[in-house]
Nanobody, 125 residues
């Protein structure tokens, strides 16, 4: 499985941005698609995840309401929309996929088997 993230760029604080992750093949329905981010000098942080079937959606406990994860079955893409961007959202955003992830592990980066190359989001205040 190949993942290709896109949609990053330089934006102003308060703007919205939609990131997309193209998946090379239709994921198994129980596959978990996740978004993580890594800010300069920091570790990889969980942002959001969902099962391809749509049966489960998870978000970072520290960020409520500003992130929305969706998937498009027809296009084999999973997207992350970020509203009210803040300077601290500046990071490289990665999409990831894992076919054997249980609910309690969706926030754990090492649970994912496949990773995209990342797309950089820079937010200016």
């Amino acid at each position: 499985v190949q993942l290709q993230a896109s949609g990053g760029g330089s934006v102003q604080a308060g703007d919205s941005l939609k990131l997309s992750c193209a998946v090379s093949e239709r994921p198994f329905y129980r596959t978990v698609m996740g978004w993580f981010r890594q800010a300069p000098g920091k570790g990889r942080e969980f942002v959001a995840a969902m099962r391809w079937s749509g049966s489960g959606t998870w978000y970072s406990d520290s960020e409520t309401g500003r992130f929305t994860i969706t998937r498009d079955n027809a296009k084999n893409t999973v997207s992350l929309e970020i509203d009210s961007l803040k300077a601290e959202d500046t990071a490289v955003y990665f999409c990831a996929a894992g076919a054997r992830i249980i609910n309690s592990s969706v926030r754990v980066a090492t649970a994912y088997d496949h990773w995209g190359q990342g797309t950089l989001v820079t937010v200016s205040s």
